[in-house]
Nanobody, 124 residues
Framework: QVQLVESGGGLVQAGGSLRLACAASGRTFGVSVMGWFRQAPGKDRNFVAAITKSGALTDYTDSAKGRFTISRNNARNTVYLQMNGLKPEDTAVYYC?????????????????WGQGTQVTVSS
């Protein structure tokens, strides 16, 4: 099994920045692609960004492009999400996810492991 623990959420004003981190532990050799999803109150959980194991390839949802950057440090088994220019509509619980396949995917059901989530609140 793989355990994922997110950190870095909090309350920030619109236009501000936050850096989320997700540390993986356990059978991490089975982890390849890592991603971030978010779920706003009353809404479905949606894809935000994903990164391949080497970091060479990334994928972002349209609303994240140009504002968010996903990166990873394999030596620390950690993936990051740098979020700049935050907007109130970015308010959500952010979840880290991981999958064993090396192919980038956006589907929630295509990820094998999930963290518990970290709350991000952006005030206007």
């Amino acid at each position: 099994q793989v355990q994922l623990v997110e950190s870095g959420g909090g309350l920030v004003q619109a236009g501000g920045s936050l850096r989320l981190a997700c540390a993986a532990s356990g059978r991490t050799f089975g982890v390849s692609v890592m991603g971030w999803f978010r779920q706003a109150p009353g809404k479905d959980r949606n894809f935000v960004a994903a990164i391949t194991k080497s970091g060479a390839l990334t994928d972002y949802t349209d609303s994240a492009k140009g504002r968010f950057t996903i990166s990873r440090n394999n030596a620390r088994n950690t993936v990051y999400l740098q979020m700049n220019g935050l907007k109130p509509e970015d308010t959500a619980v952010y979840y880290c996810a991981a999958r064993g396949s090396s192919v980038l995917r956006r589907g929630e059901n295509q990820y094998d492991y999930w963290g518990q989530g970290t709350q991000v609140t952006v005030s206007s």
